[in-house]
């Protein structure tokens, strides 16, 4: 280990220390911030077993053995209010973002992350699981951000549009051999979506084509298509990218959207309404890295879920004759089984009790908001994750509840309603031609300062975090309010026992 090497803080977590006097011998008594395993660091300084590193804007010591050199998975789920939005920064220091909510706090936490945006930066994949606002109105800004990259564009082949004066998910039908109505029309390549894009009629007054013409036109933005999960399942489709020839430490299996074909036909059932289709529809990711499955399920409901049992076990559900939901489950586990799981449609009821008994998660985090008119999470939902979860204490975890609500100008979480107020106000007054340049100049650095704050509390706040390497894993979610300096974080921790399962260990 030499000064300027990057490391990451070793597992589970470890106090970063400043030194109360001015020897050495002194460190160890002043904490000044307790750090999570795989927390970035810079070494400046060496002293015997004591490390001086900088991180999160800090300059302090920790010991030599709370170090290492290997960069870990992240999975951060976002608190973007009513709506999902994860960050995702592989091993190999690749930057994903799977749905970015509807409003702005995916972009600000990015942008914190990613130093502001100030120099160029790319990110290898962004992917919007269907076309409901709460999943894709948030990329809006970081397809208008000059400084964002975006290697590809991943969706799941529904595009709303206007079609004859109306608003469509696009052509549908009943193909020869199909007994229900399916969507025909999916949109799989840039060129068929540029066909939609490029044509003002087509995208009206739509919010999602309109968005996805600012992803085309950007010049930053590299392919843009549609990902399906292969119908044969000994041979899964992997996100691009992501497959194990890629041999990147990791691999994103799509499970979902599952395309029924017929001759030359790929299409997607109609599950009722278009609300309920473009949800069912969603892009569900499995994330794998060694021992440990993560899953991401977008708005998968109960319609959706018995499709995707059905298809993959060649079972009927809800079962009938002699095959019981026992039997579905065992036959659906190999493929959906997953140690942590982002709970389906920020925990609504429309849920299949065998889907959940397939997944079998030790951990589901849900992503759910305050300000919402559907009383997500749902009681009964909530209650059917920790019967179905797996083991004696399956653990459930929530922005919405990580972080309060209180009114207190102090607050850091709180405060946001009334920081985008202030920053309405004064970034009128930079617009105002007839402000003097003081005036401004006094406004820009009021916004600047609420940025920050913004940013900051987006990413300490209500944000669950997730660590892992494989083989072990840690949750963590900041307190809202510290114990000490050394104790700023909830964290749970999980290991493998004698039988290579997921425990929890620490609580």
């Not at 996100?239 to 990791?250: E, K, Q, S, T, V």
């Not at 140690?339 to 397939?358: E, M, N, Q, W, Y």
């Not at 202030?422 to 650095?445: C, F, G, H, M, S």
Request: with cysteine; charged share 25%.
């Amino acid at each position: 280990m030499q000064i300027g090497d990057t490391v990451f803080i070793g597992y589970p977590h470890c106090v970063h220390w400043g030194v109360a006097g001015a020897q050495s011998s002194h460190k160890g008594t002043k904490a000044i911030n307790q750090l999570l395993w795989g927390d970035w660091a810079r070494v400046d300084a060496l002293d015997g077993n004591w490390i001086g590193i900088r991180t999160r804007g800090r300059d302090g010591w920790v010991r030599r053995e709370n170090l290492q050199t290997n960069r870990i998975l992240e999975v951060n789920f976002v608190d973007v209010g009513q709506g999902d939005g994860a960050h995702i920064q592989t091993p190999d220091d690749r930057a994903l973002v799977v749905d970015a909510g509807e409003k702005d706090n995916m972009f600000r936490f990015l942008r914190w992350r990613f130093g502001r945006f100030a120099n160029p930066f790319g990110f290898e994949a962004m992917v919007i699981t269907h076309p409901d606002k709460d999943h894709y109105a948030g990329f809006g800004d970081l397809f208008e951000n000059p400084n964002v990259n975006i290697g590809a564009l991943f969706h799941n082949g529904i595009v709303e549009q206007v079609q004859g004066g109306k608003s469509t998910l696009g052509d549908e039908g009943k193909p020869p051999g199909a007994t229900k109505k399916h969507i025909t029309g999916l949109v799989q390549t840039l060129a068929e979506l540029r066909q939609i894009t490029d044509d003002p009629a087509r995208r009206g007054g739509r919010k999602y084509p309109n968005l996805l013409h600012t992803a085309v036109n950007s010049g930053r933005v590299g392919d843009i298509r549609a990902v399906l999960a292969s119908e044969d399942f000994a041979n899964p489709t992997y996100l691009p990218g992501f497959a194990p020839a890629d041999n990147r430490g990791m691999v994103v299996k799509v499970l979902g959207p599952l395309p029924a074909t017929f001759g030359a036909i790929t299409a997607l059932p109609k599950f009722g309404s278009k609300g309920e289709t473009k949800n069912g529809h969603s892009v569900v990711l499995q994330i794998e890295i060694g021992a440990v499955r993560i899953q991401l399920g977008g708005d998968l409901n109960d319609a959706s879920q018995d499709y995707l049992l059905e298809r993959y076990t060649g079972l009927k559900h809800p079962p009938t004759g002699a095959v019981g939901e026992d039997e579905i489950v065992t036959a659906a586990r190999p493929f959906f089984e997953a140690d942590i799981t982002k709970a389906c449609h920020h925990g609504s009821p429309h849920v299949a009790p065998a889907f959940l008994r397939a997944v079998n998660p030790l951990v589901t985090v849900v992503s759910s908001g305050d300000d919402e008119p559907h009383a997500h999470p749902r009681p009964d939902t909530l209650g059917m994750i920790g019967k179905y979860g797996r083991g004696d204490r399956p653990m459930i975890f929530s922005t919405e509840l990580a972080r309060s609500t209180k009114d207190r100008i102090k607050h850091p979480y709180a405060v946001r309603a009334e920081l985008r107020s202030e920053l309405a106000r004064q970034e009128a007054i930079v617009a105002d031609p007839t402000a003097t340049q003081a005036a401004k100049d006094a406004a820009e650095a009021r916004i600047q300062k609420a940025l920050a704050v913004i940013e900051r509390s987006v990413a300490n706040y209500g944000m669950i975090n997730l660590r892992t390497d494989g083989r072990n894993v840690i949750m963590a979610q900041r307190l809202e309010r510290d114990r000490s300096k050394s104790q700023r974080w909830d964290i749970h921790q999980f290991e493998p026992d004698q039988n290579g399962v997921l425990r929890l260990v620490h609580d």
